[in-house]
T-cell receptor
Framework: GAVVSQHPSRVICKSGTSVKIECRSLDFQATTMFWYRQFPKQSLMLMATSNEGSKATYEQGVEKDKFLINHASLTLSTLTVTSAHPEDSSFYIC??????????FGQGTRLTVV | DAKTTQPPSMDCAEGRAANLPCNHSTISGNEYVYWYRQIHSQGPQYIIHGLKNNETNEMASLIITEDRKSSTLILPHATLRDTAVYYCITEAGSGNTGKLIFGQGTTLQVKP
C-alpha cells in the first residue's frame, strides 16, 4: 500500500519554542493532506486540511496562527506548532489520499512540551 | 457528515471470528463506510471500505445492510495482534475526499 511518513516520530521541546512536523507521501502525489491530533485515551480530532499551493482550511476551534500548515509540494506538508505550551503536548498524525483510493496515515509524532 | 455509533469495547477469543458492529443511520447515498484500526501509539491502519455491496480483502470482510444504516466488520480468525481500537467512519463531504471524522471506536481485546 501507499506510504505516508512523518518526521520526527518523537520530539521534546521547551515551552515557548516552535516545533515543525513533516508529513511526506513517499510513493504518490497528494494534493490534499490532513492533520489530526490525539490526546491520551481519546479519538483522533481533525485539525485542518492542507491544500497544495493554497491556504489550509482549519476546523472550528483550531487556532490557525498557532498551528501553521504549509503544503509546498505534492509530497510534503508541514505542521508548525508555534510558541508551544505544555497543553499542546499530544500525538499529531497526518494523512494523505492518493487519487480515488483510501486515505493513508503517517505513524504519528509524539510532541512533549516541557 | 454521518455519525457512527460503535460499542466502546469487545472481547474475542484468539482464533475465533471477531464481529464488530457499527450503526450509521444517517448515512447519505454517496458516502462510503470505512474501517480503520489503531494499535497503541501508531497511526491508523486502513482495513476495508464499501458503499453498498459486501466487501472482502485479505484482512477482513465488510457486511453492509441493504438499507445501509449499519455494517459489520468481520475479522475471520482473530489473533493477539488484532487487539486495537477499530474505527467505523463514513466519509465526510462528497466525492471520496479522504477527510475522515473519527468517532470513539471499539476497543477490541483478543484474548488467548
Amino acid at each position: 500500500g501507499a506510504v505516508v511518513s512523518q518526521h520526527p516520530s518523537r520530539v521534546i521541546c521547551k515551552s515557548g519554542t516552535s516545533v515543525k512536523i513533516e508529513c511526506r507521501s513517499l510513493d504518490f502525489q497528494a494534493t490534499t493532506m490532513f492533520w489530526y491530533r490525539q490526546f491520551p485515551k481519546q479519538s483522533l480530532m481533525l485539525m485542518a486540511t492542507s491544500n497544495e499551493g493554497s491556504k489550509a482550511t482549519y476546523e472550528q476551534g483550531v487556532e490557525k496562527d498557532k498551528f501553521l500548515i504549509n503544503h509546498a509540494s505534492l509530497t510534503l506538508s508541514t505542521l508548525t506548532v508555534t510558541s508551544a505550551h505544555p497543553e499542546d503536548s499530544s500525538f499529531y498524525i497526518c494523512s494523505a489520499q492518493r487519487a480515488n483510493t483510501e486515505a493513508f496515515f503517517g505513524q504519528g509524532t509524539r510532541l512533549t512540551v516541557v | 457528515d454521518a455519525k457512527t455509533t460503535q460499542p466502546p469495547s469487545m472481547d474475542c477469543a484468539e482464533g475465533r471470528a471477531a464481529n464488530l458492529p457499527c450503526n450509521h443511520s444517517t448515512i447519505s447515498g454517496n458516502e462510503y463506510v470505512y474501517w480503520y484500526r489503531q494499535i497503541h501509539s501508531q497511526g491508523p491502519q486502513y482495513i476495508i471500505h464499501g458503499l453498498k455491496n459486501n466487501e472482502t480483502n485479505e484482512m477482513a470482510s465488510l457486511i453492509i445492510t441493504e438499507d445501509r444504516k449499519s455494517s459489520t466488520l468481520i475479522l475471520p480468525h482473530a489473533t493477539l495482534r488484532d487487539t486495537a481500537v477499530y474505527y467505523c467512519i463514513t466519509e465526510a463531504g462528497s466525492g471520496n475526499t479522504g477527510k475522515l471524522i473519527f468517532g470513539q471506536g471499539t476497543t477490541l481485546q483478543v484474548k488467548p
